[in-house]
T-cell receptor, first 112, second 115 residues
Framework: LAKTTQPISMDSYEGQEVNITCSHNNIATNDYITWYQQFPSQGPRFIIQGYKTKVTNEVASLFIPADRKSSTLSLPRVSLSDTAVYYCLVGDGETGANNLFFGTGTRLTVIP | NAGVTQTPKFQVLKTGQSMTLQCAQDMNHEYMSWYRQDPGMGLRLIHYSVGAGITDQGEVPNGYNVSRSTTEDFPLRLLSAAPSQTSVYFC??????????????FGPGTRLLVL
């Protein structure tokens, strides 16, 4: 089971780019890296997923180095509404169900 | 599509009482799961199902039962509630069970207080 390690919290000013790095040293060959966002009193929401190199969508970018032992979620020009907890997850490629195991996440606070 | 729905939104129980948390999805998803989230913590997997008639345990299954008689519904049963089960419960679903991990959709949560 691939565990992940993230910073517990980060602060950023509005308009800045935010990079949240996640460590997953024991990632398996079949595992994908997925990031979720959770606002207070809501369920997590999918942001982005990748396997290697770089993935970009309308919300964020995900950078994955060649060894895949870490990944970086990049949020461009954050706003106050990006204040949330961000979870990095690695799919359990050892079982057919590919269960997602959440860590404690990174609490991002965007400051005006 | 309503997505993933959960009822009730909030429930207060006394120790020893039983209840069922309801979860339904209208996306014809194969995989469904239940998580609990304690204050300041991440989500922990309780039980999951890879299809109708098939369920299995997650990280923290003790005190909870599940069944999956239809594709749409995945109820979570607390047989004898304990204060340690005070938490927010999230139900989630995704299109398939196996293969590369796909987007998982979460319900709005049920906030449970056990006195």
């Amino acid at each position: 089971l691939a565990k992940t390690t993230q910073p517990i919290s980060m602060d950023s000013y509005e308009g800045q780019e935010v990079n949240i790095t996640c460590s997953h040293n024991n990632i398996a060959t079949n595992d994908y890296i997925t990031w979720y966002q959770q606002f207070p009193s809501q369920g997590p929401r999918f942001i982005i997923q990748g396997y290697k190199t770089k993935v970009t969508n309308e919300v964020a970018s995900l950078f994955i180095p060649a060894d895949r032992k870490s990944s970086t979620l990049s949020l461009p020009r954050v706003s106050l509404s990006d204040t949330a907890v961000y979870y990095c997850l690695v799919g359990d490629g050892e079982t057919g169900a590919n269960n997602l195991f959440f860590g404690t996440g990174t609490r991002l606070t965007v400051i005006p | 599509n309503a997505g993933v729905t959960q009822t009730p939104k909030f429930q207060v129980l006394k120790t020893g009482q039983s209840m069922t948390l309801q979860c339904a999805q209208d996306m014809n998803h194969e995989y469904m799961s239940w998580y609990r989230q304690d204050p300041g913590m991440g989500l922990r997997l309780i039980h999951y199902s890879v299809g109708a008639g098939i369920t299995d345990q997650g990280e923290v299954p003790n005190g909870y039962n599940v069944s999956r008689s239809t594709t749409e519904d995945f109820p979570l049963r607390l047989l004898s509630a304990a204060p340690s089960q005070t938490s927010v419960y999230f139900c989630a679903s995704r299109r398939t069970a196996g293969g590369p991990v796909e987007t998982q959709y979460f319900g709005p949560g049920t906030r449970l207080l056990v006195l």
